[in-house]
């Protein structure tokens, strides 16, 4: 799996070493704030937490190498057969996206947040990533990033059971709303029964592919 997901990224993962030395300035500035940011919380969050985001988000982690090309495929296909929008983000690319702040739903951005997220995974870990992911992300409505982590569990994060972590990091799919409704609860069970699942070998096929859809 590790082989075949690092040469179907061979050749980004070339273009992203070749701009990590002659790209512009707008880029390694983005490189920049990322690094900077991962250094800071990179073990902000304690390791069940860490492990709750990548059953959640990205399964396929430990062997990809920033980009998961078998979720893009994926994506592409389902969005050409069925017209349905699918995700193929993976850990690294979401928090690129919340550093940069870029959401448009373009090609080129796109490609902007994979050789970035590249160009990351080659100059620091994939859990410090992932840690400041969580530590800067949004959960909902008046919880964010480490903050509204510490305001769910208290300031010893290292005290939280795996499970109750997967149970908050499953908010990243279905943020918290200013007034939560039956349907945002009951999207929200559904999902964390199917994470349970998928993390105790129990789930079904559909299970398994609702659950392990990464977002966009």
Same mark, same amino acid.
């Given at each position: 799996?590790?082989?075949?997901?690092?040469?179907?990224?061979?050749?980004?993962s070339?273009?992203s070493l070749?701009?990590g030395?002659?790209? /512009?300035?707008?880029?390694? /500035?983005d490189?920049?704030?990322?690094? &900077?940011?991962?250094?800071?919380? !990179?073990e902000s %969050?304690p390791?069940a937490? %860490?492990?709750?985001?990548?059953?959640?988000e990205?399964?396929?982690n &430990?062997?990809?190498?920033?980009?998961?090309?078998?979720?893009? /495929?994926?994506?592409?296909?389902?969005?050409?057969r069925? !017209?349905?929008v699918?995700?193929?983000?993976? *850990?690294?690319?979401?928090?690129v996206?919340?550093?940069?702040?870029r959401? $448009?739903?373009?090609?080129?951005?796109? *490609?902007?947040e @994979?050789?970035?997220?590249?160009m990351? %995974?080659?100059? *620091? /870990?994939?859990?410090?990533i992932a840690?400041?992911?969580l530590?800067?992300?949004?959960? !909902?409505?008046?919880? %964010?990033g480490?903050? !509204?982590? @510490?305001?769910?569990?208290g300031?010893d994060?290292?005290?939280?059971?795996?499970y109750?972590?997967?149970?908050f990091?499953?908010?990243?799919?279905?943020?918290?709303?200013?007034?939560?409704?039956?349907?945002?609860n009951? &999207?929200?069970?559904t999902?964390? $029964?199917?994470?349970r699942?998928?993390r105790d070998?129990?789930?079904n096929?559909?299970?398994?592919r609702?659950?392990?859809?990464?977002?966009?």
């Amino acid at each position: 799996m590790s082989i075949i997901l690092w040469v179907l990224a061979a050749p980004l993962s070339i273009i992203s070493l070749l701009l990590g030395r002659f790209g /512009s300035a707008s880029l390694h /500035s983005d490189l920049e704030n990322c690094l &900077k940011l991962a250094i800071r919380f !990179g073990e902000s %969050v304690p390791g069940a937490f %860490v492990d709750a985001l990548f059953l959640a988000e990205d399964h396929r982690n &430990k062997f990809h190498p920033g980009v998961d090309f078998l979720a893009v /495929s994926r994506a592409v296909w389902v969005r050409v057969r069925l !017209g349905q929008v699918q995700g193929a983000s993976t *850990i690294e690319q979401q928090f690129v996206r919340v550093v940069t702040n870029r959401h $448009e739903r373009t090609v080129r951005r796109k *490609i902007r947040e @994979q050789i970035l997220a590249l160009m990351l %995974v080659q100059r *620091i /870990s994939k859990r410090h990533i992932a840690s400041a992911y969580l530590a800067i992300a949004f959960y !909902g409505s008046g919880s %964010v990033g480490l903050d !509204g982590l @510490q305001h769910k569990f208290g300031k010893d994060l290292s005290k939280v059971p795996f499970y109750q972590a997967l149970g908050f990091v499953a908010q990243l799919k279905y943020p918290r709303p200013i007034r939560p409704t039956k349907e945002w609860n009951a &999207k929200l069970a559904t999902r964390k $029964e199917a994470l349970r699942n998928l993390r105790d070998g129990t789930a079904n096929k559909r299970l398994q592919r609702d659950a392990a859809l990464p977002r966009t």
